[in-house]
Structure formats: structure tokens, C-alpha cells
T-cell receptor
Framework: GEDVEQSLFLSVREGDSSVINCTYT??????LYWYKQEPGAGLQLLTY?????DMKQDQRLTVLLNKKDKHLSLRIADTQTGDSAIYFC????????????FGKGTHLIIQP | DTAVSQTPKYLVTQMGNDKSIKCEQN?????MYWYKQDSKKFLKIMFS???????INETVPNRFSPKSPDKAHLNLHINSLELGDSAVYFC????????????FGDGTRLSIL
């Protein structure tokens, strides 16, 4: 079945750029997503990219998609303490339900 | 002006009870979903539903049943609660079904005693 993999933790210094990586297996994915979850909160849709694109930029966020390698990344420029959260990569799953397949999330830790 | 709202936010109950979680969206979306997030933060789809079709993840026990009184609501009913049901349950909605961005509620934290 479909699988989405992410590193569990990423630690960066405040002001540096954060790059969160994700790999997926479903070659038929049409959309790929990044969600942010702050402690005790719900999932916030950050950005998404259609599979015929290779880059999307939205203010401090840059998404890169390498469809050949099935690799997705999220770059956060000028990382701030408010960016501390869990970041989930997701793709449209083709399994038994018409929902998203999520990675296990990357905990972004900001060092002062 | 909350887009996807769930109630209750917290639910503490005893094993064996039956409980429901409500979800409402005011986005005009036609597809709604339920996800389960376990203690390790792993998210998994349980159901998706639009006015035509209910799709069930085959791993979900039949003690869980979604009920949709109208397009704006998808409630989750759980019978005979078990310890392993303790988790955070998220409702989401989207327009047009497959592939469209899903908007999530804030979650319901269910704790089974």
C-alpha cells in the first residue's frame, strides 16, 4: 500500500532555514500536502502542490517536488519560535478510504 | 466563524460505554472525513463520506459508525468503547473529494478509563 516517510525530529537555530523532507511511494499521487500541528491543536493546512509542479513558494514557505524520486520537501525561511510544531507530509491515499495518507510527522525544534 | 467544528473537545468515559462525537462544517464542502491520531501522533483515515458514498477503511472495527444527517454534518458513533480507542479523533472536510485540500477540526481527545 501507500507509504509516506519523514524524519521524526529536526532541530534548527532561530533565524536559520528549516528543511523538512518527505518521501512517498504512490506514483499516482495528484496532490501532496504539508500540514502543521501545534501542541494540543488541530491540523493546519500550510500548503499543497499539484504533481505537475516542481516548486511552489508562499511567503516564507517553499515546497519542492521531485516526482521522479518521489521526494517532497518543505523549506521554512527565517525560522521563528512560533514555527515549533509537528509538520506532516500527506498525499492522497488510494487505500480503502478516500482520505489522505500521512507521514508520521517531523517535530521541528527551534534552538534560541 | 469556525470552519470545521467538533464537539466535545474532550471526552472521558468508561470502557463498554457508547459515545458520539459531532462534527459540523460551514465551508459548503461535500465530502467529510474522520481520522484517528494515536499516542505517537500517527494519523490514519477511518472514513470518508459524501452524499453518494461511504468509504470505510477496512481496519476500522464495526463498533465505529459514521452518521450524516445532512451535508454539513458527519457524526461518529462508537459502541462498546475499548481501552485502545483512546486517541484524538479529527474530522475534516473538502470539496470535490479525492485530491482536494482537506480542512481539519481541532480534534476530540477521547480517553477511556
Amino acid at each position: 500500500g501507500e507509504d509516506v516517510e519523514q524524519s521524526l525530529f529536526l532541530s534548527v537555530r532561530e533565524g536559520d532555514s528549516s528543511v523538512i523532507n518527505c518521501t512517498y511511494t504512490d506514483s499516482s499521487s495528484t496532490y501532496l500536502y504539508w500540514y502543521k500541528q501545534e501542541p494540543g491543536a488541530g491540523l493546519q493546512l500550510l500548503t499543497y502542490i499539484f504533481s505537475n509542479m516542481d516548486m511552489k513558494q508562499d511567503q516564507r514557505l517553499t515546497v519542492l517536488l521531485n516526482k521522479k524520486d518521489k521526494h517532497l520537501s518543505l523549506r521554512i525561511a527565517d525560522t521563528q519560535t512560533g514555527d515549533s510544531a509537528i509538520y506532516f507530509c500527506a498525499e492522497k491515499g488510494g487505500g480503502g478510504a478516500d482520505g489522505l495518507t500521512f507521514g508520521k510527522g517531523t517535530h521541528l525544534i527551534i534552538q534560541p | 466563524d469556525t470552519a470545521v467544528s467538533q464537539t466535545p473537545k474532550y471526552l472521558v468515559t468508561q470502557m463498554g460505554n457508547d459515545k458520539s462525537i459531532k462534527c459540523e462544517q460551514n465551508l459548503g464542502h461535500d465530502t467529510m472525513y474522520w481520522y484517528k491520531q494515536d499516542s505517537k501522533k500517527f494519523l490514519k483515515i477511518m472514513f470518508s463520506y459524501n452524499n453518494k458514498e461511504l468509504i470505510i477503511n477496512e481496519t476500522v472495527p464495526n463498533r465505529f459508525s459514521p452518521k450524516s444527517p445532512d451535508k454539513a454534518h458527519l457524526n461518529l458513533h462508537i459502541n462498546s468503547l475499548e481501552l485502545g480507542d483512546s486517541a484524538v479523533y479529527f474530522c475534516a472536510s473538502s470539496i470535490g473529494g479525492a485530491g482536494r485540500p482537506q480542512h481539519f477540526g481541532d480534534g476530540t481527545r477521547l480517553s477511556i478509563l
